[in-house]
């Protein structure tokens, strides 16, 4: 789609607010531009849903996909990862039920299950629930859960923070423990594979002089301190 130096590379993201903004001023934002900066590059980040993003980006509409955990390679043969992480992402259950407890995966058999679609981790490690659906959009998870239609959303709990502000939602909590974390990458297309080395020097440069954790703290938000501090 684009050639180095003579326009701008075009990524997805699957971060939602806080982390990615439509803006473009969400942490997980700058972190990729700061990189792609630090080797002449220009990025534009777009916000596509997230398993049309990675089919896009596969199939060269676009330039590449960030914010993604390892092994995509695997099932998008075009896409190369780059290898140093740009991120650490957290999965919480989020509940309306005071009662109910998950700690495990294997918890959540018994329950009415919701995630967003494209979120391939969980496609990968929720398996035998009662019910299970993947929706649009993290609005669309939380009407789910707060019309009680599930009895579990799952997803990044500053992504659902920030959702349940938005929509001024009560009642709802995350449950302890996360049921993971995962480091989260960057994606390009392979004809962009010459890029990766320099990415990954990039990115292991920003996390050395403490780019990465100071982009990330400034663009959290103060009111989830102990998922800021991931």
Known sequence: ?????????VLNTAARAPRSLPDGNGPQDHIVKEAFHRIGVE?????????????????GRI???????????????NLVMVPEPVDVATIKAFTRDPALAVAT??????????????????????????SLLRVK??????ALLDKERID?????????????QRLRLKGI???????????????LHKRHAGLVPKLDAALREMKRDG????????GLPQAAPIEAGQ
């Not at 330039?63 to 043969?77: I, K, L």
């Not at 959009?137 to 939380?142: H, N, P, Q, T």
Request: charged share 20%; with cysteine; net charge negative.
């Open 137 to 142: 959009s993290i609005d669309a998870l939380f």
């Open 43 to 59: 990025v534009s980040i777009i916000t596509q849903p997230p398993e049309r993003g990675l089919i896009n980006a596969d199939e």
């Open 152 to 164: 579990v959303a799952l997803v990044d709990p500053l992504m659902g923070w920030a959702a349940l």
């Open 173 to 187: 909590r995350a449950l302890e423990p996360p049921l993971t974390r995962q480091d989260m990458y960057i994606y």
């Open 211 to 218: 780019t990465i954790k100071r982009l990330t703290q400034d």
């Open 1 to 9: 789609m684009c050639a180095k130096g003579a326009e701008t590379l």
């Open 63 to 77: 330039d590449g996909d960030c914010w993604r955990v390892a092994g995509h390679s695997e099932q998008y043969p």
């Open 105 to 130: 995966w294997a918890d959540l058999k018994p329950y009415n299950v919701a995630y967003l679609n494209g979120w391939k981790i969980l496609d990968a490690s929720v398996h035998g629930t009662r």
